[in-house]
């Protein structure tokens, strides 16, 4: 009877989805680790994995003991593969059976948005050096996490991408903001595809720093526990020494290759016109091949909330960026493409969408405009008070 009960308690035994981890350093001096640790899920990020690491995060903020933070995944496959579809999903489907069509009245959506979006901005503003070892696959809430770090690694077995455009979504988590920061205005070339980053195009894009082996993730952290960490306003400056102690060079990959091709397709002024120019580059290439076949495939909806928030978020700070997507993207959980790409990929897998709307044509800017239609007054918005004072539109 012992026994059974025992089994049936480790059956029933809930793992953590993050892994919380100190190590010491030479001087006493701790280093906070964080693993996401959903493996079955490719580290997705659920709400509750989301809410752990932000309050964590949180926590070493404010320990003084705590000189730097590394946030990793467990598993050799990926670091973040993205958000909990499954669970979006669901919450959609809940949604659309209330007959309700106020976008707050998804609950889950709501509540997973606002505690993503909240998470992200904190690493970007993080105020000790934070450490993040992009391996694996690293894709849309995945890049979220990784983005705003302090210290970006990735290795050869990196691939970073927003591939929403597959699913009915755009590239959120402030992928807006960060988008349109790739050199050439190749950041629409890759919210419009989906088209995967190797290490070498990660660091061309702004979205990595520094190209180490994976190999050697023990050894660089065994050098960080031998550094004499002071809390002097120069420990980032001694992280940044470390890494590049380690660091290779990253042979460029196809986004650099095809650079002037692919500034070229989206020096258009319109839309119709930069998606035209895409599906006309003619490459042996295979992926460039791929990155127009996945833009033949996906969501015109998609393609026009990406390009058009690229548009508007030109001039915004990093916290107006967050509060316009999320208005967004409750939109998408109600009314747009989001819940039928989700079940063609992940559900049904039939991976036949039926994308509403069919054409880009039909996806006007007019049609656009209701996804940024604002339930709430300005000073009521749920991320109204992000980023008052620590950031600024540069």
């Not at 926590?59 to 995944?73: F, I, S």
């Not at 309700?100 to 609950?107: A, F, K, Q, T, W």
């Not at 493409?337 to 036949?352: M, P, Q, S, V, W």
């Amino acid at each position: 009877m012992e026994e059974r009960m025992n089994a049936v308690l480790e059956n029933e035994a809930v793992v953590a989805p993050v892994l919380i981890e100190e190590r010491g350093t030479a001087n006493g001096r701790r280093i906070g680790f964080a693993t996401l640790n959903a493996v079955a899920t490719l580290n997705g990020l659920s709400l509750s994995m989301a809410e752990l690491l932000d309050a964590q995060l949180l926590a070493w903020a404010q320990d003084e003991a705590v000189a730097v933070v590394v946030l990793q995944g467990a598993g050799e496959k990926a670091f973040c593969a993205g958000g909990d579809l499954h669970g979006l999903y669901r919450g959609m489907l809940e949604h659309r059976a209330s007959g309700s069509r106020d976008i707050r009245d998804n609950v889950h959506a709501r509540e997973f948005f606002e505690t993503e979006y909240r998470l992200d901005h904190r690493i970007h503003t993080y105020p000790k050096p934070l450490l993040c070892w992009g391996h694996g696959i690293v894709m849309g809430g995945g890049i979220g996490l990784m983005a705003g770090a302090s210290h970006r690694v990735v290795s050869e077995r990196s691939k970073l991408a927003f591939p929403e455009i597959t699913v009915g979504l755009y590239p959120d988590v402030g992928g807006s903001w960060l988008l349109n920061r790739v050199p050439q205005r190749a950041g629409l070339f890759l919210a419009l595809t989906g088209a995967p980053l190797n290490a070498g195009d990660a660091i061309h894009a702004g979205l990595a720093d520094h190209y180490l082996a994976e190999a050697q993730r023990e050894t660089l952290y065994a050098a960080l526990a031998a550094v004499n960490w002071a809390d002097d306003g120069d420990d980032a400056r001694r992280l940044s020494a470390v890494l590049k102690g380690c660091a290779e060079p990253a042979p460029p990959g196809p986004l650099q290759q095809h650079a002037a091709a692919i500034a070229a397709a989206c020096a258009h002024d319109d839309l119709p016109a930069v998606v035209e120019a895409i599906a006309a580059l003619d490459s042996d290439d295979a992926w460039l091949q791929n990155a127009r076949k996945t833009l033949a495939a996906g969501s015109p909806g998609s393609a026009r909330l990406g390009y058009e928030l690229q548009r508007r978020a030109a001039g915004l700070s990093l916290a107006d960026t967050f509060r316009l997507e999320y208005t967004a993207s409750l939109h998408c959980a109600a009314h747009g493409d989001f819940a039928e790409g989700i079940r063609a990929l992940l559900i049904d897998k039939d991976r036949t969408p039926r994308w509403n709307p069919a054409r880009l044509a039909e996806a006007t800017p007019a049609w656009a405009e209701t996804f940024f239609s604002a339930p709430w007054p300005t000073q009521a918005h749920p991320l109204a008070d992000l980023g008052a004072t620590t950031e600024t539109a540069a």
